[in-house]
């Protein structure tokens, strides 16, 4: 760790792949650091070493980052496995933990691609054991090939329930149901998207094939599910749920020791904001996103955001925004002029403009509705430090009008997650406690160490050489 790259990419999921192959083949002096043992992200984890038959369980859309592995394998790119980043400053600095041993880096250039993080929803009972994010399911997986051995059901929203649910009839997996959140109200919202929708590639027809493979296999898909619970004592016994029909709501009770859940996923910002970072609020995603430009810079100088950390758009759009970002890297390191930049751009903009065509039609028919943004009061929200919903809103009303003044007075988000399982809660419910707009309530501020570091470990920083 001696040796300082021009450029750093942190994160080797489809954007930080594309980003730092294309960066080595201009040339560029690249490490690509990444926390994962093996390269790939969420979308391709564990794709260099899952067997034949996992791969072809999940299917062609895992099997496309071959290409991507193996690009970046001959593109002369340093690649740094099993390293966390968990400082970076507006001067490019990186702390970083590599081998049980702290090191400070300084870069030119920094791409940040981390990707996304799984929103986290609070409902009543979400926290027993049996419960557990559909995105760690699919790492379990993709990684080892487990799977629920007594079957189980799935909730939320979005197209991942319906590729999770696919995936697990073909390994022979019960699926109990799949119970979808969005309301009706939301086909309303998304039909003007429709029809600019189908002129974006495969999405809309893969999804009513996986719909009606999971039918044909006899699975129930339950729309418009409201008051969802968890019940159990020591783990998940059973799922309540309301079903919204055509004849109106039926309230039904489902008996499974395992339930996933998903309620879309939100970029990850906690690198850029350490950094000094502008956010902007993005009401289709009803989340905080980097500001970026059609590059990927973010507003600090050197520091750019490529992929789902600047705003959803699934890995094919990642793909073409890492390479973006990869040539205004180079042509800011003085690598390629800015005419050759622009030259070369051309088709990864035009597909990525095709690619995201989808993404309007989904915001809107995939909308969580406020019930699940804003939980009840006796749900607990911090799950490190046990704060419910009611303690939140009553901490608002005494006064403390600010997400940053909840987590001074209660603790909320200073547990071992630093937040990222309940800061999106917390906002909604200052928010809708004040009755004003979410993009109001500024996010929780951001402190390194953003991952965590040992006092050994930060006793034994030094500082690399130039």
């Known amino acids: 760790m001696s040796k300082s790259a021009r450029l750093a990419v942190i ?28 390269p790939g992200g969420q979308i391709y984890r564990a794709l260099a070493e899952a067997p034949a038959k996992r791969i072809d369980l999940l299917g062609d859309d895992y ?54 993080m799984e929103r986290p929803v609070p409902f009543p009972g979400w926290t027993l054991p049996g419960v557990m994010n559909l995105g760690a399911a699919q790492i379990l997986l993709k990684s ?10 799935i909730a939320g929203v979005g197209p991942l329930l319906l590729l999770v649910a696919r995936q ?66 020591r783990h998940i016994e059973s ?25 879309g996923v939100t970029p990850r910002t906690s690198l850029v904001c350490a950094a000094g970072g502008r956010l902007a609020w993005d009401t289709s995603l009803q989340c905080w996103r980097t ?3 059609q590059w990927g810079n973010t507003s600090v100088d050197g520091i750019a955001v490529a992929g789902d950390a600047a705003g959803i758009g699934g890995a094919i759009s990642a793909e073409h925004s890492g390479r973006l970002a990869a040539l205004a890297a180079a042509s800011s390191l ?10 070369l751009s051309h088709a990864d903009i035009a597909w990525r403009r095709k690619d995201l065509r989808i993404r309007p039609f989904l915001n809107a028919l995939y909308r969580i509705p406020p019930e699940f943004l804003v939980p009840d009061d006796a749900t607990i929200v911090c799950r490190c430090e046990e704060i419910t919903a009611g303690q939140i809103r009553a901490a608002v009303r005494e006064g403390h009008t600010d997400p940053n003044q909840v987590k001074f007075l209660l603790r909320c988000g200073m547990g071992p997650c630093q937040g990222r399982q309940c800061a999106s809660s917390v906002a909604h419910i200052v928010s809708a406690t004040r009755q004003i707009p979410a993009a109001a309530c500024a996010p929780f501020r951001v402190r390194p160490p953003i991952s965590p570091l040992s006092i050994e470990q930060l006793a034994e920083l030094s500082m690399a050489d130039e």
Request: glycine fraction near 12%; aromatic fraction near 6%.
């Open 63 to 116: 099997r496309r980052g071959r290409a991507l592995l193996r690009a970046l394998h001959t593109s002369g790119a340093e690649y740094w496995p099993d390293t966390s980043v968990w400082s970076l400053d507006q001067n490019r600095t990186l702390g970083i933990l590599r081998a049980g041993r702290a090191a400070m880096l300084q870069f030119e250039q920094v791409i940040i691609a981390g990707g996304a």
């Open 11 to 38: 994160g080797a999921g489809p954007a930080g792949l594309s980003a730092a192959t294309l960066a080595a083949e201009l040339g560029l002096d690249v490490v690509l650091i990444d926390e994962q043992a093996s």
């Open 144 to 153: 080892a090939g487990v799977v629920p051995a007594g079957g189980t059901v």
């Open 334 to 343: 003085g690598h390629i002029t800015a005419a050759e930049r622009d030259r």
């Open 168 to 233: 697990y009839l073909r390994a022979g997996v019960a699926v109990k149901a799949v119970l979808e959140i969005s309301p009706r109200s939301n086909m309303l919202r998304a039909a003007p998207h429709l029809l600019r929708a189908t002129a974006g590639g495969s999405y809309l027809r893969r999804g009513v094939k996986y719909t009606a493979d999971i039918m044909r296999a006899g699975v129930p898909i339950h729309y418009g599910v409201s008051r969802l619970r968890a019940h159990g004592d």
């Open 239 to 263: 799922v309540e749920f309301a079903s919204h029909g055509w004849r109106g709501r039926c309230d039904r009770m489902l008996a499974t020791d395992s339930l996933l859940v998903h309620f």
């Open 291 to 293: 500001q970026v430009d």
